[in-house]
T-cell receptor
Framework: EAQVTQNPRYLITVTGKKLTVTCSQN?????MSWYRQDPGLGLRQIYY???????DKGDVPEGYKVSRKEKRNFPLILESPSPNQTSLYFC????????????FGPGTRLLVL | GQQVMQIPQYQHVQEGEDFTTYCNSS?????IQWYKQRPGGHPVFLIQ?????EVKKQKRLTFQFGEAKKNSSLHITATQTTDVGTYFC???????????FGTGTRLKVLA
């Protein structure tokens, strides 16, 4: 089944404790992206990647890191999480930008205490 | 920076009534995509428009992209309870691969 998977789905952590949220897609998509969703603000893009070893900042990259060592994986790294990073995070992938849909993962709900 | 606003923020309708949400960008877009997110779910792609003035229909849903490629609308005819959710528009600016999402319109349908 074609899908985007994220792990973990739920995470409670404390300020300053490094964490990684994994994202994997099995559709051989070139484009992958991370978003955060906060009430009243919609979805905001954190980082995106056009292909392996090619990443770029979205609208809200501060406090986040990403890597794209393999085409299927695009982990999101929070080196030192803070409470303002409490949010719902979505990973998405797309085969060809501008002509194709983005497929979203199920989401990761993060609470930083 | 670039902003994409959607109105209204919330809409409650009686089942069978029509519904429209509007999406307005501060800058020209290369394309516009529409997504639906059910409560507790993830965004699901509905459609993409790329041409100025383009209109597309999917059953009871009609999508329109403005002539200046800065605004768009989604119209649902005769809403059903299955239409409940939040509708988002999203687009990229010419020459970039960065997506900007609208703030979303949350639709509730009363049976």
């Amino acid at each position: 089944e074609a899908q985007v998977t994220q792990n973990p789905r739920y995470l409670i952590t404390v300020t300053g404790k490094k964490l990684t949220v994994t994202c994997s897609q099995n559709m051989n998509h070139e484009y992958m992206s991370w978003y955060r969703q906060d009430p009243g603000l919609g979805l905001r893009q954190i980082y995106y990647s056009m292909n392996v070893e090619v990443t770029d900042k979205g609208d809200v990259p501060e406090g986040y890191k990403v890597s794209r060592k393999e085409k299927r994986n695009f982990p999101l790294i929070l080196e030192s999480p803070s409470p303002n990073q409490t949010s719902l995070y979505f990973c998405a992938s797309s085969p060809i930008l501008e002509l194709e849909t983005q497929y979203f993962g199920p989401g990761t709900r993060l609470l930083v205490l | 920076g670039q902003q994409v606003m959607q109105i209204p923020q919330y809409q409650h309708v009686q089942e069978g009534e029509d519904f429209t949400t509007y999406c307005n960008s501060s800058t020209t877009l290369s394309n516009i995509q529409w997504y639906k997110q059910r409560p507790g779910g993830h965004p699901v792609f509905l459609i993409q428009l790329v041409k100025s003035g383009e209109v597309k229909k999917q059953k009871r849903l009609t999508f329109q992209f403005g002539e200046a490629k800065k605004n768009s609308s989604l119209h649902i005819t005769a809403t059903q309870t299955t239409d409940v959710g939040t509708y988002f528009c999203a687009g990229t600016s010419p020459g970039t691969y960065k997506y900007i999402f609208g703030t979303g319109t949350r639709l509730k349908v009363l049976a």
